[in-house]
Protein backbone atom coordinates (compact mmCIF):
# COMPACT_ATOMS: atom_id res chain seq x y z
CA UNK A 1 0.00 0.00 0.00
CA UNK A 2 1.36 3.49 -1.04
CA UNK A 3 0.91 6.35 1.76
CA UNK A 4 -1.22 8.55 -0.65
CA UNK A 5 -3.82 5.75 -1.33
CA UNK A 6 -3.72 4.91 2.54
CA UNK A 7 -4.59 8.39 3.62
CA UNK A 8 -7.32 8.70 1.13
CA UNK A 9 -8.71 5.34 2.13
CA UNK A 10 -8.76 6.73 5.79
CA UNK A 11 -10.37 10.20 5.05
CA UNK A 12 -13.03 8.59 3.37
CA UNK A 13 -13.65 6.16 5.71
CA UNK A 14 -13.42 8.89 8.47
CA UNK A 15 -10.97 7.10 10.49
CA UNK A 16 -8.17 9.89 10.66
CA UNK A 17 -7.98 9.92 14.42
CA UNK A 18 -6.61 6.57 14.16
CA UNK A 19 -3.66 7.79 11.95
CA UNK A 20 -1.05 8.72 15.30
CA UNK A 21 2.81 9.71 14.72
CA UNK A 22 5.23 8.34 16.55
CA UNK A 23 8.66 9.97 16.21
CA UNK A 24 9.24 9.92 12.43
CA UNK A 25 6.85 7.70 11.44
CA UNK A 26 3.13 7.36 10.97
CA UNK A 27 1.30 4.68 11.98
CA UNK A 28 -2.62 3.99 10.24
CA UNK A 29 -4.23 1.90 12.88
CA UNK A 30 -3.06 -1.61 12.56
CA UNK A 31 -2.71 -1.32 8.96
CA UNK A 32 0.34 0.62 7.70
CA UNK A 33 3.71 2.13 9.10
CA UNK A 34 4.67 4.84 7.03
CA UNK A 35 8.10 6.87 7.41
CA UNK A 36 6.77 11.03 8.07
CA UNK A 37 9.31 12.25 5.00
CA UNK A 38 7.79 9.70 2.84
CA UNK A 39 7.06 11.24 -0.91
CA UNK A 40 3.73 10.32 -1.97
CA UNK A 41 2.10 9.96 -5.65
CA UNK A 42 0.67 13.08 -5.57
CA UNK A 43 2.26 16.24 -7.16
CA UNK A 44 2.41 20.06 -7.02
CA UNK A 45 1.90 22.58 -9.47
CA UNK A 46 5.33 23.38 -9.15
CA UNK A 47 6.21 19.64 -9.82
CA UNK A 48 7.64 18.71 -6.28
CA UNK A 49 5.92 15.84 -4.49
CA UNK A 50 3.91 16.58 -1.59
CA UNK A 51 5.58 14.22 1.72
CA UNK A 52 3.10 12.39 3.86
CA UNK A 53 3.62 14.98 6.60
CA UNK A 54 2.05 17.37 4.83
CA UNK A 55 -1.10 15.83 3.53
CA UNK A 56 -1.67 14.34 6.79
CA UNK A 57 -1.46 17.81 8.62
CA UNK A 58 -3.29 19.01 5.43
CA UNK A 59 -6.27 17.20 5.92
CA UNK A 60 -6.50 16.68 9.88
CA UNK A 61 -6.61 21.02 9.27
CA UNK A 62 -9.03 20.96 6.38
CA UNK A 63 -11.59 23.13 8.78
CA UNK A 64 -9.27 26.38 8.49
CA UNK A 65 -8.73 29.06 6.28
CA UNK A 66 -5.99 28.42 3.93
CA UNK A 67 -3.91 31.69 5.82
CA UNK A 68 -4.33 30.05 9.80
CA UNK A 69 -3.64 26.59 7.96
CA UNK A 70 -0.21 28.41 6.34
CA UNK A 71 0.56 29.74 9.39
CA UNK A 72 0.41 26.98 11.75
CA UNK A 73 2.58 24.49 9.25
CA UNK A 74 5.08 27.14 9.10
CA UNK A 75 4.82 27.17 12.89
CA UNK A 76 5.47 23.39 12.99
CA UNK A 77 8.48 23.30 10.36
CA UNK A 78 5.54 21.60 7.90
CA UNK A 79 5.52 22.18 4.07
CA UNK A 80 2.08 23.67 3.51
CA UNK A 81 0.03 22.71 0.39
CA UNK A 82 -0.51 25.42 -2.04
CA UNK A 83 -3.64 27.16 -2.32
CA UNK A 84 -3.61 26.33 -6.32
CA UNK A 85 -3.26 22.63 -5.15
CA UNK A 86 -5.71 22.83 -2.11
CA UNK A 87 -8.77 22.22 -3.68
CA UNK A 88 -8.46 19.29 -6.13
CA UNK A 89 -6.12 17.80 -3.57
CA UNK A 90 -8.97 17.90 -0.96
CA UNK A 91 -11.42 16.14 -3.54
CA UNK A 92 -9.38 13.55 -4.27
CA UNK A 93 -8.81 12.61 -0.26
CA UNK A 94 -12.25 12.94 0.37
CA UNK A 95 -13.72 10.89 -2.57
CA UNK A 96 -15.26 13.24 -4.17
CA UNK A 97 -13.25 12.88 -7.34
CA UNK A 98 -11.90 9.29 -8.47
CA UNK A 99 -8.18 9.97 -9.94
CA UNK A 100 -6.40 13.72 -10.83
CA UNK A 101 -3.76 14.49 -13.23
CA UNK A 102 -1.70 15.60 -10.14
CA UNK A 103 -0.55 12.28 -9.02
CA UNK A 104 2.30 10.70 -10.68
CA UNK A 105 1.74 6.92 -10.71
CA UNK A 106 5.22 5.67 -11.75
CA UNK A 107 6.11 7.71 -8.33
CA UNK A 108 4.22 5.38 -5.78
CA UNK A 109 6.46 3.46 -3.55
CA UNK A 110 4.18 0.35 -2.09
CA UNK A 111 4.99 -0.53 1.42
CA UNK A 112 3.82 -3.71 3.63
CA UNK A 113 1.19 -3.68 6.01
CA UNK A 114 1.76 -4.53 9.78
CA UNK A 115 0.35 -7.13 9.15
CA UNK A 116 2.63 -8.16 6.92
CA UNK A 117 5.42 -7.07 8.93
CA UNK A 118 4.31 -9.22 12.02
CA UNK A 119 4.49 -12.19 9.58
CA UNK A 120 7.40 -11.58 8.08
CA UNK A 121 10.42 -13.81 8.81
CA UNK A 122 13.29 -12.44 11.14
CA UNK A 123 16.15 -10.53 9.08
CA UNK A 124 13.58 -8.58 6.37
CA UNK A 125 12.53 -5.93 8.53
CA UNK A 126 14.78 -3.37 9.43
CA UNK A 127 15.75 -2.72 13.06
CA UNK A 128 12.55 -0.07 14.00
CA UNK A 129 10.00 -3.01 12.50
CA UNK A 130 9.36 -1.56 8.92
CA UNK A 131 9.29 -3.08 5.71
CA UNK A 132 9.78 -1.08 2.76
CA UNK A 133 8.80 -1.77 -0.67
CA UNK A 134 10.54 -4.43 -3.13
CA UNK A 135 10.40 -7.34 -0.07
CA UNK A 136 10.18 -9.89 -2.90
CA UNK A 137 12.94 -12.58 -3.13
CA UNK A 138 15.14 -11.43 -5.48
CA UNK A 139 14.73 -12.83 -8.89
CA UNK A 140 18.24 -14.19 -10.82
CA UNK A 141 17.89 -12.43 -14.67
CA UNK A 142 19.60 -15.95 -15.86
CA UNK A 143 16.85 -17.98 -14.87
CA UNK A 144 13.64 -16.28 -15.16
CA UNK A 145 14.54 -12.84 -17.63
CA UNK A 146 11.41 -12.17 -18.15
CA UNK A 147 9.87 -12.22 -14.82
CA UNK A 148 13.33 -10.11 -13.87
CA UNK A 149 11.97 -7.51 -16.69
CA UNK A 150 8.24 -7.30 -15.07
CA UNK A 151 9.49 -7.12 -11.74
CA UNK A 152 11.84 -3.69 -12.93
CA UNK A 153 8.31 -2.11 -14.87
CA UNK A 154 7.18 0.74 -12.75
CA UNK A 155 3.26 2.49 -14.28
CA UNK A 156 4.02 6.05 -16.02
CA UNK A 157 -0.04 6.72 -17.06
CA UNK A 158 -3.00 4.65 -15.89
CA UNK A 159 -6.36 4.92 -18.21
CA UNK A 160 -7.46 7.92 -16.70
CA UNK A 161 -4.49 9.66 -17.18
CA UNK A 162 -4.03 9.05 -20.69
CA UNK A 163 -7.84 10.08 -21.70
CA UNK A 164 -6.97 13.52 -20.20
CA UNK A 165 -5.07 14.45 -23.09
CA UNK A 166 -3.41 17.20 -21.85
CA UNK A 167 -1.93 19.89 -24.14
CA UNK A 168 -4.02 18.44 -27.35
CA UNK A 169 -5.83 20.92 -29.26
CA UNK A 170 -8.05 20.56 -32.27
CA UNK A 171 -8.80 23.36 -32.83
CA UNK A 172 -7.08 23.78 -36.56
CA UNK A 173 -9.56 20.67 -37.52
CA UNK A 174 -12.48 22.90 -36.78
CA UNK A 175 -11.19 25.77 -38.36
CA UNK A 176 -10.12 23.85 -41.96
CA UNK A 177 -13.56 22.05 -42.04
CA UNK A 178 -15.31 25.48 -41.29
CA UNK A 179 -13.18 27.30 -43.75
CA UNK A 180 -14.36 24.32 -46.52
CA UNK A 181 -17.87 24.82 -45.58
CA UNK A 182 -17.58 28.37 -46.14
CA UNK A 183 -16.17 28.22 -49.34
CA UNK A 184 -18.68 25.91 -50.61
CA UNK A 185 -21.47 28.03 -49.83
CA UNK A 186 -20.14 31.00 -51.16
CA UNK A 187 -19.64 28.78 -54.38
CA UNK A 188 -22.98 27.52 -54.33
CA UNK A 189 -24.21 30.94 -53.77
CA UNK A 190 -22.67 32.31 -56.40
CA UNK A 191 -23.61 29.65 -59.15
CA UNK A 192 -27.48 30.34 -57.98
CA UNK A 193 -27.17 34.30 -58.94
CA UNK A 194 -25.74 33.84 -62.35
CA UNK A 195 -28.13 31.07 -62.61
CA UNK A 196 -30.73 34.08 -61.34
CA UNK A 197 -29.11 36.62 -63.66
CA UNK A 198 -28.98 34.96 -66.61
CA UNK A 199 -32.53 33.86 -66.08
CA UNK A 200 -33.34 37.03 -65.94
CA UNK A 201 -31.74 38.06 -69.06
CA UNK A 202 -33.03 35.02 -71.23
CA UNK A 203 -36.73 36.07 -70.11
CA UNK A 204 -35.80 40.67 -71.02
CA UNK A 205 -34.89 39.12 -74.48
CA UNK A 206 -37.76 36.81 -75.16
CA UNK A 207 -39.96 40.18 -74.03
CA UNK A 208 -38.11 42.28 -76.76
CA UNK A 209 -39.18 39.52 -79.78
CA UNK A 210 -41.99 39.18 -78.39
CA UNK A 211 -41.99 35.23 -77.77
CA UNK A 212 -43.59 35.90 -73.59
CA UNK A 213 -41.60 33.94 -72.43
CA UNK A 214 -41.50 33.60 -68.33
CA UNK A 215 -42.58 31.66 -65.79
CA UNK A 216 -45.92 33.73 -64.73
CA UNK A 217 -46.82 36.83 -65.47
CA UNK A 218 -46.87 38.48 -62.15
CA UNK A 219 -42.87 37.97 -61.88
CA UNK A 220 -42.26 39.50 -65.86
CA UNK A 221 -44.18 42.43 -64.44
CA UNK A 222 -41.94 42.80 -61.17
CA UNK A 223 -39.31 42.95 -63.53
CA UNK A 224 -40.52 45.48 -65.87
CA UNK A 225 -41.37 48.18 -63.75
CA UNK A 226 -41.69 51.94 -64.56
CA UNK A 227 -40.28 55.28 -62.63
CA UNK A 228 -39.70 54.54 -59.09
CA UNK A 229 -40.84 50.84 -59.60
CA UNK A 230 -37.96 47.71 -58.77
CA UNK A 231 -35.64 47.50 -61.90
CA UNK A 232 -34.48 44.39 -63.87
CA UNK A 233 -32.25 41.68 -62.50
CA UNK A 234 -31.83 40.31 -58.95
CA UNK A 235 -33.24 42.93 -56.18
CA UNK A 236 -30.56 44.52 -53.85
CA UNK A 237 -31.11 44.98 -49.89
CA UNK A 238 -28.74 47.38 -48.33
CA UNK A 239 -27.03 47.09 -44.53
CA UNK A 240 -24.76 49.26 -42.52
CA UNK A 241 -20.90 49.28 -43.09
CA UNK A 242 -20.76 50.00 -39.37
CA UNK A 243 -19.77 47.46 -36.87
CA UNK A 244 -22.37 49.36 -34.02
CA UNK A 245 -25.03 48.24 -36.06
CA UNK A 246 -26.85 44.91 -35.36
CA UNK A 247 -27.02 43.85 -39.08
CA UNK A 248 -24.14 43.87 -40.89
CA UNK A 249 -22.14 41.70 -44.01
CA UNK A 250 -21.12 39.12 -41.39
CA UNK A 251 -24.22 37.75 -40.13
CA UNK A 252 -26.71 38.84 -42.47
CA UNK A 253 -27.25 36.16 -44.42
CA UNK A 254 -27.13 33.56 -40.98
CA UNK A 255 -30.60 35.83 -39.74
CA UNK A 256 -32.55 36.24 -43.09
CA UNK A 257 -31.71 32.20 -44.15
CA UNK A 258 -31.54 30.71 -41.48
CA UNK A 259 -33.61 32.91 -38.94
CA UNK A 260 -30.54 32.74 -36.37
CA UNK A 261 -28.82 36.28 -34.97
CA UNK A 262 -25.09 35.68 -34.67
CA UNK A 263 -23.45 38.96 -32.78
CA UNK A 264 -20.69 40.47 -35.86
CA UNK A 265 -18.00 40.01 -33.34
CA UNK A 266 -18.83 36.36 -32.95
CA UNK A 267 -18.39 36.08 -36.78
CA UNK A 268 -15.09 37.99 -37.08
CA UNK A 269 -13.84 35.74 -34.42
CA UNK A 270 -14.89 33.02 -36.27
CA UNK A 271 -12.43 34.28 -39.18
CA UNK A 272 -15.27 34.48 -41.45
CA UNK A 273 -14.38 36.59 -44.70
CA UNK A 274 -16.60 39.23 -45.41
CA UNK A 275 -17.77 39.72 -48.90
CA UNK A 276 -18.65 42.86 -50.58
CA UNK A 277 -21.56 40.79 -52.22
CA UNK A 278 -24.14 37.91 -50.38
CA UNK A 279 -26.84 36.19 -51.92
CA UNK A 280 -29.59 35.56 -49.58
CA UNK A 281 -32.21 33.74 -50.22
CA UNK A 282 -36.13 33.89 -48.57
CA UNK A 283 -36.80 29.95 -47.93
CA UNK A 284 -39.58 31.62 -45.57
CA UNK A 285 -42.15 32.55 -48.35
CA UNK A 286 -45.66 31.97 -48.06
CA UNK A 287 -46.22 30.52 -51.38
CA UNK A 288 -43.04 28.49 -51.06
CA UNK A 289 -41.40 29.96 -54.10
CA UNK A 290 -37.68 30.66 -53.19
CA UNK A 291 -36.02 34.03 -54.43
CA UNK A 292 -32.85 35.56 -54.19
CA UNK A 293 -31.45 39.32 -52.87
CA UNK A 294 -27.92 40.80 -52.98
CA UNK A 295 -26.97 41.99 -49.85
CA UNK A 296 -24.27 44.81 -50.17
CA UNK A 297 -22.91 47.82 -47.62
CA UNK A 298 -21.18 49.69 -50.47
CA UNK A 299 -24.18 52.54 -51.41
CA UNK A 300 -20.81 54.55 -53.65
CA UNK A 301 -20.19 51.39 -55.55
CA UNK A 302 -23.78 51.00 -57.13
CA UNK A 303 -24.28 52.81 -60.52
CA UNK A 304 -27.48 54.61 -61.30
CA UNK A 305 -29.04 51.23 -62.55
CA UNK A 306 -28.43 49.64 -59.82
CA UNK A 307 -30.51 51.50 -57.46
CA UNK A 308 -33.71 51.07 -59.27
CA UNK A 309 -33.06 47.24 -57.77
CA UNK A 310 -32.64 48.55 -54.15
CA UNK A 311 -35.96 47.15 -52.37
CA UNK A 312 -35.07 47.87 -48.76
CA UNK A 313 -32.26 49.00 -46.11
CA UNK A 314 -31.33 47.92 -42.70
CA UNK A 315 -31.03 51.46 -41.01
CA UNK A 316 -28.34 52.73 -38.12
CA UNK A 317 -30.11 55.47 -37.27
CA UNK A 318 -27.88 58.21 -38.03
CA UNK A 319 -27.73 61.01 -40.94
CA UNK A 320 -24.61 59.76 -42.29
CA UNK A 321 -25.43 56.89 -43.49
CA UNK A 322 -27.70 58.36 -46.60
CA UNK A 323 -25.22 60.39 -47.89
CA UNK A 324 -24.30 60.70 -51.02
CA UNK A 325 -27.63 58.65 -51.79
CA UNK A 326 -29.35 59.96 -54.96
CA UNK A 327 -32.25 61.30 -53.49
CA UNK A 328 -33.76 64.53 -52.00
CA UNK A 329 -34.48 63.13 -48.19
CA UNK A 330 -35.60 60.53 -45.86
CA UNK A 331 -39.19 61.12 -46.95
CA UNK A 332 -38.56 59.88 -50.69
CA UNK A 333 -36.16 57.44 -49.58
CA UNK A 334 -38.70 55.29 -47.80
CA UNK A 335 -40.80 55.97 -50.03
CA UNK A 336 -39.06 53.94 -52.82
CA UNK A 337 -37.56 51.79 -50.24
CA UNK A 338 -38.63 49.96 -47.27
CA UNK A 339 -36.51 50.52 -44.33
CA UNK A 340 -36.19 48.21 -41.12
CA UNK A 341 -34.09 49.22 -37.59
CA UNK A 342 -33.27 45.94 -35.91
CA UNK A 343 -32.61 45.91 -31.93
CA UNK A 344 -32.50 44.64 -29.01
CA UNK A 345 -35.87 44.58 -27.38
CA UNK A 346 -34.62 45.54 -24.05
CA UNK A 347 -32.91 48.68 -25.03
CA UNK A 348 -33.50 52.23 -24.29
CA UNK A 349 -36.27 54.14 -25.86
CA UNK A 350 -33.76 56.87 -26.69
CA UNK A 351 -31.97 54.55 -29.46
CA UNK A 352 -34.53 54.65 -31.86
CA UNK A 353 -35.53 58.30 -31.15
CA UNK A 354 -34.59 59.58 -34.25
CA UNK A 355 -35.48 56.06 -36.56
CA UNK A 356 -39.18 56.49 -35.11
CA UNK A 357 -39.45 59.98 -37.02
CA UNK A 358 -38.64 57.99 -40.18
CA UNK A 359 -41.47 55.56 -41.93
CA UNK A 360 -38.68 52.28 -41.01
CA UNK A 361 -40.02 49.00 -39.46
CA UNK A 362 -38.66 48.77 -36.13
CA UNK A 363 -37.55 44.73 -35.44
CA UNK A 364 -37.19 43.51 -31.81
CA UNK A 365 -35.20 40.79 -31.18
CA UNK A 366 -33.91 39.22 -27.57
CA UNK A 367 -30.27 39.21 -26.52
CA UNK A 368 -30.78 35.74 -25.23
CA UNK A 369 -33.62 33.87 -26.99
CA UNK A 370 -32.18 33.18 -29.75
CA UNK A 371 -35.63 30.68 -30.44
CA UNK A 372 -37.61 33.69 -31.22
CA UNK A 373 -35.09 35.11 -34.28
CA UNK A 374 -36.97 33.31 -36.65
CA UNK A 375 -40.17 35.14 -36.07
CA UNK A 376 -38.08 38.83 -36.73
CA UNK A 377 -36.64 37.30 -40.06
CA UNK A 378 -40.39 35.91 -40.93
CA UNK A 379 -41.57 39.59 -40.13
CA UNK A 380 -39.01 40.86 -42.47
CA UNK A 381 -39.60 38.46 -45.25
CA UNK A 382 -43.41 39.39 -44.82
CA UNK A 383 -42.67 43.40 -44.92
CA UNK A 384 -40.22 42.77 -48.05
CA UNK A 385 -42.68 40.83 -49.72
CA UNK A 386 -45.96 42.64 -49.38
CA UNK A 387 -43.83 45.95 -50.45
CA UNK A 388 -42.97 44.29 -53.40
CA UNK A 389 -46.25 43.56 -54.13
CA UNK A 390 -47.29 46.96 -53.72
CA UNK A 391 -44.97 48.43 -56.09
CA UNK A 392 -45.35 45.64 -59.02
CA UNK A 393 -49.32 47.09 -59.29
Not at 181 to 203: C, F, P, W
Not at 215 to 230: C, E, N, P, V
Request: with cysteine; charged share 30%; aromatic share 10%.
Amino acid sequence: MDPLTALRQYTIDNNLDKITRSGNEFRFGDDYLFPATAETAYRSKSGQHYTLESLVHFVTNQHLRHAEYFANARQLAISGVTLPDRKELLDYLTGRIESSSSIDVSAKVVYNTLRDLNAAPPGEADGEGQIYANDEKEIDPMVNPVKWIKSMERPLKDKEQILCCKNRDFYSVLTAATKRDEERQRAEALQRKDNLVAKSRIERGAEDVGLGLGFDGAQKTKLHLKGSKIGEGVPIILVPSAFSTLITMYNVKDFLEDGVFVPTDVKVNQKVVKSDCVTVQNKFSRDRAVTAYEVRDKPSALKPEDWDRVVAVFVLGKEWQFKDWPFKDHVEIFNKILGFYLRFEDDSVESAKVVKQWNVKIISISKNKRHQDRAAALEVWDRLEEFIRSRSR
